[in-house]
């Protein structure tokens, strides 16, 4: 059967969790409109063993952080671990917001993908949004680069034309033995899972500048019979915004932990008790310790 690791990489916000999600049918990776929503590598997984012989394929789908100009050492990580996927894969899919005017940050992507030799897709995202013509001129501005196997207008929200990129994958993957068995959708361990949903919905709870610095680790996991007894520490950069974070007599941080709760219940198939701490870390971005304690730490070296 067809199997490989298909890297998902491209500027902040264009929707490549979103993609990530629809392309295996599952939420593996949190999508926010919060650019920088994504910090590491997530892996999904696509399996479909039926079908006629040779039709059969598994696919390993890595989402990366948007890459950015770094402001801070959990940036340089972000867009280390980005641009270090491009060698590791067997395919490359380029997200591009459709409707944004291509700007130095594409141009240095671009430059960076003309020289890596891992086949190429550009996927124009959010043509749900464009009008047809634009779309046309997007097309056209892609594939004279002359960088891409294949331009592929799509919309990671409602999935269109996702099958048609599928299938394009799927022809640049070599043979080969299924990485994980047929049932997994992720590797990741649930724990980060967790963590991830809780950031999610502080992301989406917190307006401005606190998102972006804003972690979680989680503290205590204690699985029972009856009910999963999670601890979390939710770890923001200053005391002002551990007081938003709370908010009036505690609301924000309870509407927070009620979402974040719902769905954690739904992962994991069993009540769960989610307690939630705020703590202040003053410049914990550029924080090594900190960093390296929240799993911010892996540089991917390129292949040689
Ligand atoms: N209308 C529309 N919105 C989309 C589409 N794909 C993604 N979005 C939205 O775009 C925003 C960003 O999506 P993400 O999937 O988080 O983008 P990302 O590229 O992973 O972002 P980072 O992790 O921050 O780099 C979210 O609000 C999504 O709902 C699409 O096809 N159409
Ligand atoms: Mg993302």
Not at 79 to 103: H, K, Q, Y
Not at 186 to 191: L, Y
Request: neutral net charge; aromatic residues 6%; charged residues 25%.
């Amino acid at each position: 059967m067809k199997t490989g690791f298909i890297g998902i990489v491209g500027r902040p916000n264009v929707g490549k969790s979103t993609l990530l999600n629809c392309l295996t049918g599952e939420k593996v990776a949190i999508a926010t409109d919060k650019p920088q929503t994504t910090r590491n590598r997530i892996r999904g997984i696509l399996t479909e063993e039926g079908g006629a012989p040779g039709e059969g394929f598994q696919m390993v789908f890595i989402d990366t952080p948007g890459i950015h100009k770094p402001r801070n050492k959990l940036g340089g990580f972000m867009t280390e671990t980005a641009l270090g996927t491009l060698n590791e894969v067997d395919a490359v899919v380029f997200v591009v917001d459709g409707g944004l005017s291509e700007g130095t940050g594409d141009r240095h992507i671009l430059n960076i993908l003309a020289e890596t030799g891992t086949p190429k897709i550009a996927a124009v995202n959010k043509i749900d949004l464009m009008p047809p013509d634009a779309f046309k001129a997007v097309f056209d501005e892609y594939s004279k680069l002359g960088i891409f196997a294949k331009v592929i207008g799509i919309s990671a929200k409602d999935g269109t034309n996702v099958g048609q990129l599928k299938e394009a994958l799927r022809g640049m993957l070599p043979e080969g033995d299924m990485f994980f068995p047929p049932d997994m959708f992720t590797d990741h361990p649930e724990r980060f899972i967790v963590s991830e949903i809780i950031r999610e919905k502080l992301l989406m709870y917190l307006d401005d500048e606190i998102p972006h610095g804003v972690a979680v680790e989680i503290e205590s996991y204690e699985e029972t019979p009856a009910l999963t007894k999670i601890g979390a520490v939710i770890i923001c950069e200053k005391k002002s915004h551990k007081g938003i974070i709370i908010g009036k007599q505690g609301r924000k941080l309870k509407g927070i932990g009620m979402s974040a709760r719902i769905e954690i219940e739904n992962l994991l198939g069993a009540k769960v008790f989610l307690e939630l701490w705020v703590k202040v870390k003053e410049n914990w971005r550029n924080n090594d310790f900190t960093l390296n304690n929240l799993g911010y730490n892996t540089v991917h070296k390129p292949k040689p």
